[in-house]
């Protein structure tokens, strides 16, 4: 570059600071995204594990992911995308909300990590004829319009042997005694109207979504919380919150 050109940027402070000051509360792990923070670890560490034993990755490598493409749909502020691009994969997280995206590739430059983020949806990812070894698909579908359709697209971006894993809501009376009315209304973890029960979708219907895209549900795997220890826990319980691990066959 010359010297001229070396001196010009694109970057406005004004609005890095405003977009700074977001990121701030969603990575503050005390701060209104607390929740997201203390469930994180646990849907880090079954994603670590499944996926790497799929993928053939020893359990003593820093990057069992490397090499492996993967969509996080729904990134939000990037909170599953930054570890998994640490953990080696090459990363693109999608969002329809731009704010969202904004936030995220802000806080993904001040960490030092390449990550794709696009403001976008599933569908107009597979339009453009979008490939990945592995699909996110966490905490979205119970926010979208249309479940068969949604589940479709992002399935059709999976490669042959590549997964998706969903994690979401099951509509049952524990989730809307738990997830509603606890959570946003007797202890304020979530803003009140943040789910609505009827959109909460059980095993059965999150099966018959896939069915027609030839993926396989091969695991599904329960997210309970105990409140004695704080803490979240992976079981077999899939009343409340559950993930569904899906492959299609090579």
């Not at 001196?7 to 600071?17: G, L, N, W």
């Not at 983020?117 to 579908?141: C, H, K, P, Q, W």
């Not at 479709?152 to 042959?160: F, R």
Request: hydrophobic letters at 45%.
């Amino acid at each position: 570059m010359t010297g001229e050109n070396a001196q010009r940027t694109t970057i406005d402070p004004a609005e890095v600071a405003q977009f700074a000051a977001i990121a701030d509360e969603w990575w503050d792990p005390n701060g209104k995204f607390r929740p997201l923070h203390r469930f994180n670890p646990v849907r880090l560490s079954y994603l670590r594990s499944r996926l790497g034993a799929h993928f053939g990755a020893p359990e003593s490598a820093v990057t069992p992911f490397k090499g492996l493409r993967l969509l996080d749909i729904g990134c939000g502020g990037g909170l599953l995308s930054e570890p998994m691009a640490r953990l080696g994969a090459s990363v693109v997280g999608a969002d329809a909300a731009e704010k969202n995206v904004k936030v995220a590739a802000l806080h993904a430059e001040q960490s030092g990590l390449a990550i794709d983020y696009r403001n976008t949806s599933a569908e107009d990812l597979a339009r453009a004829g979008e490939r990945f070894d592995i699909v996110l698909n966490m905490e979205v579908v119970e926010h979208v319009a249309d479940l068969n359709l949604f589940m479709a697209a992002c399935a059709a971006m999976v490669k042959p042997g590549g997964v998706m894993v969903t994690a979401t809501l099951n509509r049952t009376m524990k989730a809307f005694a738990l997830a509603i009315v606890g959570a946003e209304y007797v202890l304020g973890w979530l803003p009140r109207g943040t789910h609505k029960f009827q959109k909460f979708v059980r095993p059965s219907e999150l099966a018959a979504a896939l069915r027609p895209t030839g993926l396989d549900i091969r695991d599904y795997a329960g997210v309970s919380y105990n409140p004695l220890a704080d803490e979240w826990r992976i079981g077999k319980d899939v009343d409340v919150n559950y993930m569904a691990f899906a492959v299609r066959p090579a």
